[in-house]
Every structure is written in structure tokens, then in C-alpha cells.
């Protein structure tokens, strides 16, 4: 079975506080993506990365970064923690497949609910 | 622009009944991809089904059934005879080529005993 483990279930964090949020998947999968979900919103593209050392914005960047050093880790780093990142946050994994049937599912993790203070 | 728009924020059922949730897309794109994922309360998404936009058949997997319309772009999903356990959000997503999944703002659905 694919496995995609995020670090931590549940993190709480002060403001102004650089919080990192850690993605493992065992599959050799050349995608990862972070996703935050929040109520009303669904979930939302933070950052995605095709391999290693290479990283693309999703749709909502600010305040966040990324870093992919080794095919199977992709760690999302909240530079400086505010309250408006308060939220689930989600990692997904999927491997890039053939050119025909390249959009396979997604994996994802258990998600890590950070509560920042 | 690529959306996916889940009208029902929740929806709640009586077990038995069978219910409904409905997905509406919009891309520009002729290839795409629509799926859909259950998040249990325990919070990992879980993959359901993925349609390719040449393929419009509907399918049928036990207790789960989707209807896809090009015609309406809709990829909507029904559930027989509902249980407690399929109490759980909802979400529709797609995507064209590059694996990065567009989701709706989910439904959620509780089932009651």
C-alpha cells in the first residue's frame, strides 16, 4: 500500500514561531503536493514539487515555503507562524505515470492540524 | 480557469436512503480529469474514482454509482442505500496535465441511524 505520513497529527505554535511540517511518502513517487483545508474553501494549493530540488507556487504561497532535498520528503515551512495559518494541512503524493494515464490518484496523508497562537 | 464548484455544503439522510451529491466543473481544456475523494473524520483523504473526459460512461461500483455529463459538465455522485459509515466529506477534483488536483469546497454527509 502507498503510504504518505505526515510528521504530526496535531502541532500547536506561538506567532512569529518557524514551524516545519514534514511529508514521507514510501513509493518513489515523483510528485508531492501541500494542500491547506480550511471550512467553505476546500482544499488549496500551497506548493507542489515534481522532483527533487524543484518547486512550483500553487495558489496560495505567502507565508509558506518549500523544500525538497530527497525524492521522498517534501517539507512545507511557515517562515514566520501568524493566526491566519491556523488550518489542516494536507500532503499528497502521486506518481507521474505514463503520458496517457499520467493523471492517477493521489495519495494523501493524515494531515496536520496546526493551531497557531 | 479550472473550478470545481460542490453546490451542497451538507447534506443529512436517514440510513437507506439513498442521496446525491452533486459536482459541477468548468475548464477550458478538451482532456481532463475529474475524481472523487472521501475524507473520513479521521482526515485522510481517500481516493473514490477517477473519469477521463473521453470516457463517459457512468459507472457503478457497489453501493456507488457516478453520473458524468459533458453536456452539463457534471460529475455527480450517488450513494444506494446509505450507511452510517458513509458519513464523511466529500470532495470533487480535477485536472488536465499536470497532476495538480483542483477541489471543490466539499459536501459534507452525515448519516443517521
Known amino acids: 500500500d502507498v503510504k504518505v505520513t505526515q510528521s504530526s497529527r496535531y502541532l500547536v505554535k506561538r506567532t512569529g514561531e518557524k514551524v516545519f511540517l514534514e511529508c514521507v511518502q514510501d513509493?518513489?513517487?515523483?510528485?508531492m503536493f501541500w494542500y491547506r483545508q480550511d471550512p467553505g474553501l476546500g482544499l488549496r494549493l500551497i506548493y507542489f514539487?515534481?522532483?527533487?530540488?524543484?518547486?512550483e507556487k500553487g495558489d496560495i504561497p505567502e507565508g509558506y515555503s518549500v523544500s525538497r532535498e530527497k525524492k521522498e520528503r517534501f517539507s512545507l515551512i511557515l517562515e514566520s507562524a501568524s493566526t491566519n495559518q491556523t488550518s489542516m494541512y494536507l500532503c499528497?503524493?502521486?506518481?507521474?505515470?505514463?503520458?496517457?494515464?499520467?493523471?492517477?490518484?493521489?495519495?494523501f496523508g493524515q494531515g496536520t492540524r496546526l493551531t497557531v497562537v | 480557469a479550472q473550478k470545481v464548484t460542490q453546490a451542497q455544503t451538507e447534506i443529512s439522510v436517514v440510513e437507506k436512503e439513498d442521496v446525491t451529491l452533486d459536482c459541477v466543473y468548468e475548464?477550458?481544456?478538451?482532456?481532463?480529469?475529474l475524481f472523487w475523494y472521501k475524507q473520513p473524520p479521521s482526515g485522510e483523504l481517500v481516493f473514490l474514482i477517477r473519469?477521463?473526459?473521453?470516457?463517459?460512461q457512468n459507472e457503478i461500483s457497489g453501493r456507488y454509482s457516478w453520473n458524468f455529463q459533458k453536456s452539463t459538465s457534471s460529475f455527480n455522485f450517488t450513494i444506494t442505500a446509505s450507511q452510517v459509515v458513509d458519513s464523511a466529506v466529500y470532495f470533487c477534483?480535477?485536472?488536465?496535465?499536470?497532476?495538480?488536483?483542483?477541489f471543490g469546497t466539499g459536501t459534507r454527509l452525515q448519516v443517521f441511524p
Open positions: 475548464t477550458r481544456d478538451t482532456t481532463y480529469y
Open positions: 499528497a503524493s502521486v506518481t507521474r505515470g505514463n503520458p496517457v494515464m499520467m493523471n492517477t490518484e493521489a495519495f
Open positions: 477534483a480535477l485536472t488536465h496535465n499536470t497532476d495538480k488536483l483542483i
Open positions: 513509493m518513489d513517487h515523483e510528485n
Open positions: 473519469r477521463n473526459s473521453f470516457d463517459e
Open positions: 514539487s515534481y522532483d527533487v530540488k524543484m518547486k
